[in-house]
C-alpha cells in the first residue's frame, strides 16, 4: 500500500508541477533574446522579477530531489535528472544576465550601455565554461537501469 | 611456481568456481551490487546536493524582493503626501507602495546657505516601476537621465539658479520622484509628465 500512494505522489508531483516547470525553463530561454533586444532597443531597464520564477522552479526542482518518495520519478526516467540539472543552472545563468544588463541600462548612457552589454556576454561565457568543464570531471549520469540479463547498465551524458 | 603450472592452478580454481555456481539466480559482482542500493548511493547523495542547492535559490530572490520596501506609514509621513513638502521625512523615505498621480508643481527654494555649491538628493518614494528622469541646472543637461529608485541618488548642483526635474520616461501610473536639498533642509514629493519638467529656483 506505501509504494502505491509513493508512486501516486510522486506521478502527481511530476504531471502537476515538475513538467509545467520544465515548460517555464524552456520559455525563458526562448524569451532570453528576445528580453535582450528590447532592452537594447528601447535603451531602458526592463523589469527584473523573473528571478522570483527561478526561484520557484527551484523550490519545485529542491523539493522533488529532497524528498525520498518523489525521487522515484528520476529513477523512471532517468533523462530527468540530468535536464533538470542542466535547466535549472542555464536559466540562473541568464537571469544573472538579465540583471547585469538592466544595471547597465539604468542610465542613459552608450558607454555604459556597451560595457554592462559586453559584461553581460562574458558572464555567459564564463558561466558556461564553468558548467562545461564542470561536467567534464563530474559527468551527468543517469539513474542505472537492470537489463534483460541481469546486467546493470549506467548511462553517460 | 613456473608459468605452466600457474595456468593450471588458475583453470582448477575457475572449475571449482563454476561447479559451485548457482544459475538460478542472476549474477552479482564481487565486491558489491551495481544498480542496487550501493551504487544508486553516489548518484542519491548528489541529487540530494543539487536539492539542497535549489532550495537555497528560493531564499535569495526573497531576500532580494523583501528588502528595501519599508514603507514609512508615520503620521509627519502621511501628512507630506497632502502637504507635499517636508523637512520631517529623510531622503529616501517610501511612502507609497504604487505611484499615484500626483500634479506637477514648481517651487521657489529660500535659503540662507553661503556656500556655493549644494548636495540633492533624488529618489523614487512610491514604487519601483521604471521611471527615469534627468537632472537639468538652468536649462542645460547635468546628468544623463537615469531610473529613480528608493535609494536616493546624490548630486552636487550650484547653490542659486534653476534645478529643474524633467520626465524621461513612465513606467506606469506617473512619474513620481522626490528631492531634498541640503541647503534648507526639506524633501518635495512630485509628479512629473513624460517630456515636461519641474522648476526648483533656489534664491537667496
Known amino acids: ?157 | 611456481m613456473d608459468k605452466q603450472q600457474q595456468d593450471i592452478f588458475k583453470r582448477d580454481e575457475t572449475s571449482a568456481k563454476t561447479q559451485n555456481m548457482d544459475f538460478n539466480t542472476p549474477p552479482s559482482f564481487e565486491g558489491g551490487d551495481p544498480g542496487g542500493e550501493e551504487s544508486r548511493n553516489p548518484l542519491d547523495r548528489r541529487m540530494k546536493i543539487f536539492g539542497a542547492i535549489c532550495m537555497f535559490a528560493i531564499i535569495v530572490p526573497l531576500m532580494i524582493s523583501g528588502r528595501s520596501t519599508v514603507y514609512d506609514s508615520s503620521v509627519s509621513a502621511q501628512n507630506v503626501l497632502s502637504s507635499k513638502v517636508s523637512a520631517a521625512v529623510k531622503a529616501g523615505v517610501v511612502l507609497l507602495p504604487a505611484d499615484e498621480k500626483m500634479g506637477a508643481q514648481d517651487y521657489t527654494v529660500k535659503h540662507q546657505s553661503t556656500a556655493e555649491q549644494t548636495k540633492i538628493w533624488v529618489w523614487d518614494y512610491a514604487a519601483e516601476d521604471g521611471d527615469y528622469v534627468q537632472v537639468l541646472v538652468n536649462g542645460v543637461p547635468f546628468t544623463d537621465s537615469f531610473m529613480i529608485k528608493h535609494k536616493p541618488k546624490t548630486f552636487v548642483v550650484p547653490a542659486i539658479g534653476d534645478i529643474q526635474i524633467k520626465g524621461i520616461r513612465d513606467g506606469g501610473g506617473g512619474i513620481t520622484y522626490a528631492i531634498r536639498y541640503e541647503v534648507n533642509g526639506k524633501s518635495y514629493f512630485n509628479g512629473t509628465p513624460e517630456g515636461e519638467f519641474n522648476t526648483y529656483t533656489l534664491v537667496r
Open chain 1, 1 to 157: 500500500m506505501k509504494p502505491f500512494f509513493a508512486n501516486a505522489f510522486a506521478f502527481i508531483y511530476f504531471a502537476a508541477l515538475i513538467l509545467p516547470m520544465l515548460l517555464v525553463i524552456f520559455i525563458i530561454h526562448l524569451l532570453f533574446l528576445s528580453d535582450v533586444s528590447t532592452i537594447r532597443t528601447s535603451g531602458f531597464s526592463g523589469p527584473s522579477g523573473d528571478f522570483i520564477i527561478v526561484g520557484l522552479c527551484g523550490f519545485i526542482i529542491g523539493l522533488s530531489l529532497l524528498i525520498p518518495p518523489l525521487r522515484i520519478m528520476y529513477r523512471v526516467l532517468p533523462w530527468l535528472f540530468p535536464l533538470v540539472q542542466i535547466g535549472f543552472i542555464n536559466i540562473v545563468i541568464l537571469e544573472v544576465a538579465l540583471i547585469i544588463l538592466n544595471y547597465g541600462y539604468e542610465v542613459n548612457n552608450e558607454v555604459r550601455h556597451t560595457t554592462f552589454y559586453i559584461l553581460m556576454i562574458v558572464q555567459i561565457v564564463i558561466c558556461r565554461l564553468a558548467m562545461s568543464v564542470y561536467y567534464k570531471v563530474k559527468p551527468l549520469r543517469s539513474e542505472g537501469r537492470r537489463t534483460a540479463s541481469g546486467q546493470t547498465t549506467t548511462g553517460h551524458f
